[in-house]
């Protein structure tokens, strides 16, 4: 930078040795706010323009340097940092001049350090100290600022204190800048052999050109024709609607098979999804358990459902009896497992006894809405709080879809895409009249993979708006209705039920006034119940209906959208080829050169770009 203006002239300096990492540091100047005398009046935006340029770089690692006595949140690097890296995944922001920090803030600075009260950085912060001025006045060396600075993260609380020890110093961060470059570098290894792929495989069809060549353009304007019907009337036909001429017997799917198969996974993964299974009792969710002797309610994880006896158990809830030596001989040494003796059941505790646990009926067991009697708590309003609060239920269902439906939902688009792309290059590849001309495949099948992603780009865009949409819960199904209904009195019913002796086919004696204060009693805890939690079964009824149509539109919907990525690519491939003009017609279906030159030019470069795809395939 000159007196007056920012420059874009870089000095560089290369320093090699022994010790050296495989680091490019690049050093640029501060960011400021305002000009001072002579200085140009678009120093800011000029000092910013030339930041921008190398943090946009996506192999640019960013280490944003923080001085700990002043505020992280007032940082414009880290702004910056996070706009062009929101994934943090190549930003390492480096706390320095611990040695300035006011006397007891200490702690703000370690809990900066230990990411417990900012956002998570994927490489996480980092600490270091460098040589001070007076270090520098005394011409300290490197070598020994090295070492004190280790010294000083050593014995200095409350950095002495913190267990990792590789968050500190500037050895550890040159060992973490060189790891994090080499990620960086191997993320985009894929791109770079597929570009030395490209060149290489230009290079050998020119070499390797072989079968009858078109001599005159109408020719090969003639084959190039014929070829573009081909693949406009083979993708919709033979590869995508599963039309077959023959049945073969190998184990590969058509396209559309694939399709359907990964259609039928997304719609199994949804299936047993939290939204979808909203009131099911599973292992591991926490449950409300009636037990009908005591006539109470216990709470508690359900470890383990016998299905076939109708059976559920509450980790928490166990029997004080000692087991017999058929159960004990079958412990794992394993907390949490459950054995099975006869119509009992046992689980190991982490103290390594065996306890029985105790039986519910799963008929009166429901999935406890306390998590949602939380969310209803901590988003209140100040009016009349007995009603449904229909923002936390949409707030519900939108986290849910997002946490849960959104990444299958794109996983599904992104295989849709996959094999429609693999199908166009296997098609391509085995078309016999383009098999001589090695540059018109690469060129059909680089249009066919931009087709695709054109159309998963636009596929992409609907599928988002829909699960935009669907995040605002909306239906007319008469089920919905009917189900919320149904769920609002099941519980009561199910326990009065209970309640009811068995019908075992004989006479029964029901004594009227016992059984008038059971269903009291039922009735009575019912209505003790919190206002709170009546809420968070009603909001609970109200997920699992909701859940059971949303799942449903989802499941029909979804599939529906990706499939246009297949449906479309015959009509949008056969018009981007029509656009082919006659001078890419002329090269790409041209024998190569007879000069031997040319063809010694052309075998080194195939020969020199091979080895390169060799190494660079030895590093991944």
Same mark, same amino acid.
């Given at each position: 930078?000159?007196?007056?203006?920012?420059?874009?002239d870089?000095? +560089?300096?290369d320093?090699?040795g022994?010790?050296?990492e495989?680091l490019?540091?690049?050093?640029?100047?501060?960011?400021?706010?305002?000009?001072?005398?002579?200085e140009?009046?678009?120093?800011?935006?000029?000092?910013?323009g @030339?930041?921008?340029d190398?943090?946009?770089?996506p192999?640019?690692?960013i280490?944003?340097v923080?001085?700990?006595?002043?505020?992280?949140? *007032? %940082?414009?690097?880290?702004a910056?940092?996070?706009k062009?890296?929101?994934?943090?995944e190549?930003?390492?922001?480096?706390?320095?001049k611990?040695?300035?920090?006011?006397?007891?803030?200490?702690?703000?600075?370690?809990d900066l350090l230990?990411?417990?009260?900012?956002?998570?950085?994927?490489?996480?912060? #980092?600490m270091?100290k460098?040589?001070?001025?007076?270090?520098?006045?005394?011409?300290?060396?490197?070598?020994d600022?090295?070492?004190a600075?280790? %010294?000083?993260?050593?014995?200095?609380?409350?950095?002495?204190?913190v267990?990792?020890?590789n968050l500190?110093?500037?050895?550890?961060?040159?060992?973490?800048?060189?790891?994090?470059?080499?990620k960086?570098?191997?993320?985009?290894?894929m791109?770079?052999v597929?570009?030395l792929?490209?060149?290489?495989?230009e290079?050998l069809?020119? @070499?390797?050109?072989?079968?009858?060549? &078109?001599?005159?353009?109408?020719?090969?304007k003639?084959?190039f024709?014929?070829?573009?019907?081909?693949?406009?009337s083979?993708?919709?036909s033979?590869?995508?609607?599963?039309?077959i001429?023959?049945? #073969?017997n190998?184990?590969?799917?058509?396209?559309s098979?694939?399709?359907l198969?990964a259609?039928?996974?997304?719609?199994?993964?949804? %299936?047993?999804?939290?939204?979808a299974?909203?009131?099911?009792?599973?292992?591991?969710?926490k449950?409300?358990?009636y037990?009908?002797?005591?006539?109470?309610?216990?709470h508690?994880?359900?470890?383990?459902?016998?299905?076939?006896?109708?059976?559920?158990?509450?980790?928490?809830f166990?029997?004080?009896?000692?087991?017999?030596?058929s159960?004990?001989?079958?412990?794992?040494?394993?907390?949490? !497992?459950?054995?099975?003796?006869s119509?009992?059941?046992?689980?190991?505790?982490?103290?390594?006894?065996?306890?029985?646990l105790?039986?519910?009926?799963l008929?009166?067991t429901?999935?406890?809405?306390?998590?949602?009697?939380?969310?209803?708590?901590? !988003?209140?309003?100040?009016?009349?709080?007995?009603?449904? *609060?229909t923002?936390?239920?949409?707030?519900?269902?939108?986290?849910l879809?997002?946490r849960?439906?959104?990444?299958?939902?794109?996983?599904?688009?992104? +295989?849709?895409?996959?094999?429609?792309?693999a199908?166009? =290059?296997?098609?391509i590849?085995?078309?016999?009249?383009?098999s001589p001309f090695?540059?018109?495949q690469?060129?059909l099948?680089t249009?066919?993979a931009?087709?695709?992603?054109?159309?998963?780009?636009?596929?992409?865009?609907r599928v988002?708006?829909?699960?935009?949409?669907?995040?605002?819960?909306?239906?007319?199904?008469h089920?919905?209705? =009917?189900n919320v209904?149904?769920?609002?009195?099941?519980?009561?019913m199910?326990e009065?039920t209970?309640?009811?002796?068995?019908d075992n086919?004989?006479?029964?004696?029901?004594n009227p006034?016992?059984l008038?204060?059971?269903?009291? *009693?039922?009735?009575?805890?019912?209505?003790?119940?919190s206002?709170?939690?009546?809420m968070?079964?009603?909001?609970? #009824?109200a997920l699992?209906?909701?859940?059971?149509v949303?799942?449903?539109?989802?499941?029909?919907?979804?599939?529906?959208?990706c499939?246009?990525?297949?449906?479309?690519?015959? !009509?949008?491939? *056969? #018009?981007?080829?029509?656009?082919t003009?006659?001078d890419?017609? =002329?090269?790409?279906v041209?024998? &190569?050169?007879?000069?031997?030159a040319?063809?010694?030019?052309?075998?080194?470069?195939?020969?020199?770009?091979?080895?390169?795809?060799?190494?660079?395939?030895?590093?991944?």
């Amino acid at each position: 930078m000159s007196g007056k203006d920012v420059a874009r002239d870089i000095v +560089s300096v290369d320093i090699r040795g022994p010790h050296c990492e495989d680091l490019t540091l690049i050093d640029l100047p501060g960011i400021v706010r305002t000009t001072g005398k002579n200085e140009s009046a678009t120093l800011a935006e000029d000092i910013q323009g @030339l930041i921008n340029d190398y943090l946009k770089n996506p192999r640019c690692v960013i280490l944003a340097v923080l001085p700990c006595n002043v505020d992280f949140h *007032n %940082s414009q690097i880290m702004a910056d940092a996070l706009k062009v890296d929101p994934s943090t995944e190549r930003t390492i922001p480096v706390l320095t001049k611990p040695d300035l920090i006011d006397k007891g803030g200490e702690r703000a600075v370690k809990d900066l350090l230990l990411g417990s009260k900012t956002q998570s950085f994927d490489c996480g912060f #980092h600490m270091a100290k460098g040589r001070g001025q007076e270090a520098l006045d005394k011409k300290q060396s490197i070598e020994d600022g090295l070492t004190a600075e280790e %010294s000083y993260f050593q014995n200095t609380e409350p950095w002495r204190g913190v267990e990792d020890k590789n968050l500190f110093g500037t050895k550890n961060l040159r060992i973490k800048l060189a790891e994090l470059q080499m990620k960086l570098i191997q993320s985009s290894f894929m791109s770079i052999v597929s570009d030395l792929k490209s060149q290489r495989d230009e290079s050998l069809e020119l @070499l390797n050109s072989l079968g009858a060549i &078109p001599l005159t353009l109408s020719d090969k304007k003639a084959l190039f024709r014929g070829i573009k019907e081909e693949i406009w009337s083979g993708m919709g036909s033979q590869t995508l609607d599963g039309r077959i001429c023959s049945l #073969h017997n190998d184990t590969e799917m058509r396209p559309s098979a694939r399709f359907l198969d990964a259609s039928t996974r997304y719609q199994t993964t949804l %299936s047993k999804s939290k939204l979808a299974n909203i009131s099911e009792v599973v292992v591991g969710r926490k449950a409300i358990a009636y037990d009908k002797d005591k006539e109470k309610y216990d709470h508690g994880t359900v470890c383990f459902i016998d299905q076939s006896k109708g059976k559920v158990y509450l980790e928490e809830f166990v029997c004080d009896y000692t087991p017999e030596s058929s159960v004990t001989q079958k412990k794992k040494g394993i907390p949490g !497992n459950i054995i099975q003796d006869s119509n009992e059941v046992w689980i190991e505790k982490p103290d390594g006894s065996v306890k029985q646990l105790y039986a519910y009926d799963l008929e009166t067991t429901r999935s406890d809405p306390a998590w949602i009697s939380e969310l209803i708590k901590h !988003n209140r309003p100040y009016k009349l709080p007995i009603f449904i *609060n229909t923002y936390v239920f949409e707030a519900i269902v939108a986290d849910l879809i997002e946490r849960e439906w959104m990444k299958p939902t794109m996983e599904l688009l992104e +295989s849709t895409s996959k094999v429609m792309e693999a199908a166009a =290059e296997a098609f391509i590849k085995e078309l016999k009249e383009a098999s001589p001309f090695h540059h018109l495949q690469t060129y059909l099948i680089t249009k066919a993979a931009e087709v695709v992603d054109a159309l998963t780009r636009e596929t992409k865009s609907r599928v988002l708006e829909f699960v935009k949409r669907e995040e605002v819960p909306y239906t007319q199904n008469h089920y919905l209705f =009917e189900n919320v209904c149904k769920l609002r009195s099941q519980r009561l019913m199910d326990e009065v039920t209970q309640a009811l002796p068995e019908d075992n086919g004989s006479s029964i004696s029901v004594n009227p006034k016992t059984l008038r204060a059971t269903v009291k *009693n039922i009735f009575q805890r019912n209505q003790e119940r919190s206002v709170d939690e009546h809420m968070a079964e009603e909001m609970q #009824h109200a997920l699992n209906a909701y859940g059971k149509v949303a799942l449903k539109r989802f499941i029909d919907t979804i599939p529906m959208i990706c499939v246009e990525v297949m449906q479309k690519f015959a !009509n949008n491939i *056969n #018009h981007i080829l029509s656009d082919t003009s006659d001078d890419e017609i =002329e090269r790409f279906v041209t024998a &190569p050169s007879n000069t031997v030159a040319k063809m010694n030019k052309l075998k080194r470069k195939a020969d020199t770009l091979e080895k390169g795809i060799e190494a660079l395939g030895e590093l991944y």
